[in-house]
């Protein structure tokens, strides 16, 4: 086993243990790192076909907490974005959106941080902006998670509610966004190897997140969302300047 398989299993490991504590994560910290070591043609399918796993095994034990209204207003409407994002995904636009995105996130997540109970989102009425938002941002670069981590954020959901409506939501989305990468022809050889290598790692990964993910308090959780944002938005920043 090489050293570049090594820190990819690594990467993998670490994004699906935050993935399953937490709810999302995984994307917006495996992409830069894997970056670092192997194309994104390679790294962005990965990912996504590791996303749909993630999905699965959590959905499989929680699927009776998901906020089912709200998960299929943001699927159409991601749906929507989904092909304009995999267009993005051809075209030279990959600097410009990520620290875009970058900021924003870490705006969203300072005020959210000191001005927690400002903004409370009381009914589904806006999520068809932040499904379109997703869909573009996921069939793009894998980062279909901020906007509606930010939608959840806001709606105020207990920690397991919250964890399994985002798998209620990226499982879909994310099958859709894994077709998209397949008729682009971006599953190689290569990228289903590195998925069988990861898959036993995913495993081990999600139910110990599962474990961290059922003794959060609401309150602290909501300052970890918070914090988790913040530390993803500088990352793209810092990648992108």
Not at 103 to 109: H, R, S, T
Not at 146 to 153: L, N, T
Not at 212 to 238: E, H, P, Q, S, T
Request: net charge positive; with cysteine.
């Amino acid at each position: 086993m090489d050293w570049v398989l090594i820190i990819i299993i690594a990467i993998i490991f670490v994004s699906a243990f935050v993935r399953s504590a937490f709810g999302f994560g995984d994307a917006l910290i495996a992409m830069p790192l894997l970056a670092l070591f192997i194309s994104l043609n390679i790294a962005t399918p990965l990912v996504g076909l590791c996303a749909i796993t993630y999905s699965i095994l959590i959905i499989y034990k929680e699927w009776r907490r998901i906020k089912y209204k709200d998960v299929v207003v943001l699927i159409i409407s991601a749906f929507i974005g989904i092909p304009i994002g995999v267009y993005f995904l051809k075209g030279n636009y990959e600097h410009v959106m990520k620290l875009t995105l970058g900021f924003f996130i870490v705006l969203f997540a300072l005020f959210n941080i000191f001005k927690p109970k400002l903004f409370h989102l009381k009914n589904d009425k806006l999520a068809f902006i932040f499904g379109i938002i997703s869909g573009i941002l996921g069939g793009a670069y894998n980062t279909n998670g901020p906007p509606v981590v930010i939608y959840s954020a806001l709606r105020r959901w207990e920690p397991q509610t919250f964890r399994a409506t985002m798998q209620g939501f990226f499982l879909p989305t994310g099958i859709a966004i894994a077709l998209s990468h397949f008729f682009s022809g971006l599953w190689t050889r290569d990228v289903l190897l590195d998925y069988a290598i990861v898959l036993p790692f995913v495993i081990l990964a999600v139910f110990l997140g599962g474990l961290l993910n059922k003794n959060m308090k609401k309150d602290r959780f909501n300052i970890y969302i918070f914090g988790l944002l913040l530390i993803i938005g500088v990352l793209l920043i810092a990648n992108n300047i």
